[in-house]
């Protein structure tokens, strides 16, 4: 049985990010991913020219600043992309319509409703509400339903109707002004994956799943692999989804495991296509926001321009067929079905917080208290990657204290 003093498992910027400041504290640190490649929501592809696109996550901002400093010492500088201005359009059935950016959104916007519920905005509290009561009750229930609901859907690729509004957006303090204020990295975002990977003193293992956790207190965490393997540790962080994290700790932190059961998901079908730049005669966008349909966002690699190509990323909800959704493709680009070749698909299972949701966040944090288990992942204080890297940085000072 291999033997070491943290182990993580979940490969994605969480795991990494928890397991990067192990590594850095000198200790013998191990990371297990169950997929072939480490990112899990930083999800690149690079064609055999070097072309790269996102299927996941695809925005960097200035005030990531936990990220930053982690991807500095790892060649971040070298790496570092600028993206340049895009736009918001929105999809009316397969036709993109007029405007784009703020002014897009006002058009679409019943101004007399808009006129009655602004003032509202004052003082409006989002604690304890959804997004739809929150966003609802400052712009109107129609204006919100037509149009500036499938906009924040597209934020998150699913139905952010229930989220609690306080999770959404964020403000954080500080900004790096040395850096650009929206960026990515030279071969996409799981570049930042990878750079935390190649820690010195972090060894990772890829394509092999965890299947079961145990602890005891004079031995440590034993943990199985689906390949008959086994694990020591005197640390454990489980960095998956919540329901297979709920599923890996019913042996070992029965409370915890319970409450993760209780988290809520939803799953997101991402299809991208690369077509020659000439092909497509889209205007350059950002990302596009479908109305009315399972399409939850057309997201582009327009913010760093190619001189031959352009890649669309559709995030669908699940149970689309998958010819259906090919066809969709091919209308909304204007391009013929059959030019659809090597495209890339990705399921994820995301997150899907509720308002109340951070009680459950408290239930969970005090049953691992005082364990040398630590929790982390994109549904604590929120979805974003700096979110889940100030989780990690917290949870390693817990669990790493004295290391």
Known sequence: MRSVDTLVLGGGISGLSIAAASARSGQRTLVVEAEPHVGGCLASRRTAEGYWYELGAHTCYNSY????????????????????????????QDRMAPGANMGAL????????????????????????????????????????????????????????????????????????????????????????????????????????????????QRGFSVSLANGDSISAARLAIATNPSAAAILLQGAAPDAARTLARIEEAAVDSMAVVLPLARVRWPVTMFAVPLG????????????????????????????????RLARMAVVLGVPRDELRDVAERRVVLPSPVVGHERLVAQLDAAIVGRPLAVVGNYFDGLAIEDCVQRAR??????????
């Not at 991807?71 to 929105?90: D, H, I, M, Y």
């Not at 003082?123 to 739809?132: C, D, P």
């Not at 760093?304 to 067929?321: I, K, Q």
Request: glycine share 10%; net charge positive.
């Open 65 to 92: 600043t936990g990220l930053i400093a982690l991807l500095e010492g790892r060649g971040l500088a070298k790496s570092l992309v600028q993206r340049v201005p895009t736009k918001l359009r929105f999809l009316e």
């Open 106 to 217: 006002m058009r679409r916007f019943n101004w007399l409703e808009l006129a009655l519920h602004a003032p509202r905005m004052i003082g409006a509290e989002k604690a304890g509400h959804s997004v739809r009561e929150y966003y609802s009750a400052i712009v109107g229930p129609r204006n919100y339903r037509d149009t500036l609901g499938p906009m924040l859907s597209a934020v998150p690729s699913q139905s952010a109707d229930d989220f609690p509004a306080s999770m959404l957006f964020k403000s954080r303090d500080g900004r790096r002004t040395d850096l650009p204020r929206s960026f990515t990295l030279d071969g996409g975002l799981q570049v930042a994956a990878e750079l935390l990977a190649s820690e010195p003193g972090l060894d990772v293992i890829t394509g092999v799943r965890a299947t079961g956790v145990q602890h005891d207190a």
């Open 293 to 324: 349909d399972g399409l939850h966002a057309v997201v582009t690699r327009d913010s760093v321009p190619d001189e031959r190509y352009r890649a669309f990323t559709f995030h669908f909800a699940p149970g689309l067929d998958r010819e259906l």
């Open 394 to 403: 917290r949870e390693w000072a817990r669990i790493g204290a004295g290391s």
